[in-house]
């Protein structure tokens, strides 16, 4: 216990290495999650009943254990980040309580929609289940963005453009596996919606970042920093490998580049940020960070058991996995 209290695990920059750790679970729960938001706010454009039960049987067996990522994420920023996770979530509390709300309501919807087939209560649960599908992406949009910024508004324009571009990022990666997981007509008429929303989030992230860069003086310099326009180049790449996939009628290719441009854009965050990691109380990543002994424990115990979970996931989307039978439904 001595050892443990004497210095970090084999000399590691532990404090970095968490800060890194934050945001990997952070795209990872808006690329998993994110595609059940796609397919929800989807859900509003199809008419076709049986099209609907697809949809709803293809996130059926995925969607409450994606959310499991949004929980490893506030644990992890508790346990790492203590001063952070009270100083954020009390600062945007209302923005916390509209996420956790619109996952209820998104979380909700299907299991009432099920209940009953008749068409006006189809109808409301159907609408509850796109309306929480979209305010939950937009939410935790804005609810990043001015953790960026270090505003203590929860309602700014860079935090309301910013989660338009996640919404629309989710339905980027939405299509694509939905793509994955039907068959048919739908599985067709989703390429176009799926280019659209990859032109939509293009415009959309390139104006925060042009608004940022104009008004936040701040992060003028990370913005034209090397590695955030190799992060930018990267998002226009793969959002171009994204269009071609749907054209080759690619659609793991076209989810993986959907992937990618999540993982890019919770980069561009994560290296805007440093070295700070809440830039609204002047905390940086070390300064914030626990004590010695409760961060080498911390970082074993994650070294053991982030491997289960992500063994979790590769069992379960492997038993999951191809297109869902014609017959299936979401119940």
Same mark, same amino acid.
Request: aromatic share 12%; no cysteine; hydrophobic share 55%.
């Given at each position: 216990?001595?050892?443990?209290?004497?210095?970090?695990?084999?000399?590691?920059?532990?404090?970095?290495?968490?800060?890194?750790?934050?945001?990997?679970?952070?795209?990872?729960?808006?690329?998993?999650?994110?595609?059940?938001?796609?397919?929800?706010?989807?859900?509003?454009?199809?008419?076709?009943?049986?099209?609907?039960?697809?949809?709803?049987?293809?996130?059926?067996?995925?969607?409450?254990?994606?959310?499991?990522?949004?929980?490893?994420?506030?644990?992890?920023?508790?346990?790492?980040?203590?001063?952070?996770?009270?100083?954020?979530?009390?600062?945007?509390?209302?923005?916390?309580?509209?996420?956790?709300?619109?996952?209820?309501?998104?979380?909700?919807?299907?299991?009432?929609?099920?209940?009953?087939?008749?068409?006006?209560?189809?109808?409301?649960?159907?609408?509850?289940?796109?309306?929480?599908?979209?305010?939950?992406?937009?939410?935790?949009?804005?609810?990043?963005?001015?953790?960026?910024?270090?505003?203590?508004?929860?309602?700014?324009?860079?935090?309301?453009? =910013?989660? $338009?571009?996640? @919404? *629309? +990022?989710?339905? %980027?990666?939405?299509?694509?596996?939905? #793509?994955?997981?039907? /068959?048919?007509?739908?599985?067709?008429?989703?390429?176009?919606?799926?280019?659209?929303?990859?032109?939509?989030?293009?415009?959309?992230?390139?104006?925060?970042?042009?608004?940022?860069?104009?008004?936040?003086?701040?992060?003028?310099?990370?913005?034209?920093?090397?590695?955030?326009?190799?992060?930018?180049?990267?998002?226009?790449?793969?959002?171009?490998?994204?269009?071609?996939?749907?054209?080759?009628?690619?659609?793991?290719?076209?989810?993986?580049?959907?992937?990618?441009?999540?993982?890019?854009?919770?980069?561009?965050?994560?290296?805007?940020?440093?070295?700070?990691?809440?830039?609204?109380?002047?905390?940086?990543?070390?300064?914030?960070?626990?004590?010695?002994?409760?961060?080498?424990?911390?970082?074993?115990?994650?070294? =053991?058991? $982030?491997?289960? @979970? *992500? +063994?979790?996931? %590769?069992?379960?989307?492997?038993?999951? #996995?191809?297109?869902? /039978?014609?017959?299936?439904?979401?119940?």
């Amino acid at each position: 216990m001595t050892d443990l209290a004497a210095g970090p695990l084999f000399g590691l920059p532990l404090p970095e290495l968490w800060f890194g750790l934050l945001f990997v679970i952070l795209g990872t729960f808006l690329f998993l999650d994110g595609f059940d938001f796609g397919a929800g706010l989807l859900f509003a454009t199809v008419d076709d009943e049986h099209d609907r039960e697809q949809i709803l049987a293809a996130i059926g067996p995925f969607w409450d254990g994606n959310e499991v990522w949004l929980v490893v994420f506030g644990g992890a920023l508790f346990a790492a980040f203590p001063p952070v996770y009270a100083g954020l979530f009390s600062r945007h509390y209302l923005l916390m309580f509209a996420i956790l709300g619109a996952l209820i309501l998104r979380g909700l919807a299907p299991e009432m929609y099920e209940q009953r087939e008749d068409a006006r209560w189809r109808r409301w649960w159907g609408r509850s289940f796109v309306a929480g599908s979209v305010a939950a992406p937009f939410f935790l949009g804005m609810f990043v963005a001015n953790w960026l910024l270090g505003t203590q508004r929860s309602l700014t324009l860079a935090a309301v453009v =910013v989660g $338009l571009a996640v @919404v *629309a +990022l989710t339905v %980027v990666a939405g299509a694509a596996f939905l #793509r994955v997981k039907t /068959r048919g007509p739908l599985r067709t008429r989703l390429v176009a919606v799926g280019r659209r929303a990859a032109v939509a989030y293009l415009l959309l992230i390139v104006a925060a970042l042009g608004y940022v860069y104009a008004t936040v003086p701040r992060l003028g310099p990370g913005l034209t920093s090397a590695p955030v326009l190799a992060l930018v180049a990267a998002t226009v790449l793969l959002a171009g490998g994204y269009v071609l996939a749907g054209r080759a009628d690619r659609p793991r290719l076209e989810l993986a580049a959907a992937a990618g441009q999540v993982y890019a854009l919770v980069g561009v965050v994560a290296t805007l940020l440093y070295p700070f990691v809440d830039p609204a109380a002047g905390a940086t990543v070390r300064g914030a960070i626990v004590s010695t002994l409760p961060l080498n424990l911390m970082s074993v115990g994650a070294a =053991v058991l $982030l491997p289960l @979970v *992500a +063994l979790y996931f %590769v069992i379960l989307y492997s038993a999951f #996995r191809g297109p869902v /039978r014609t017959e299936e439904s979401y119940s």
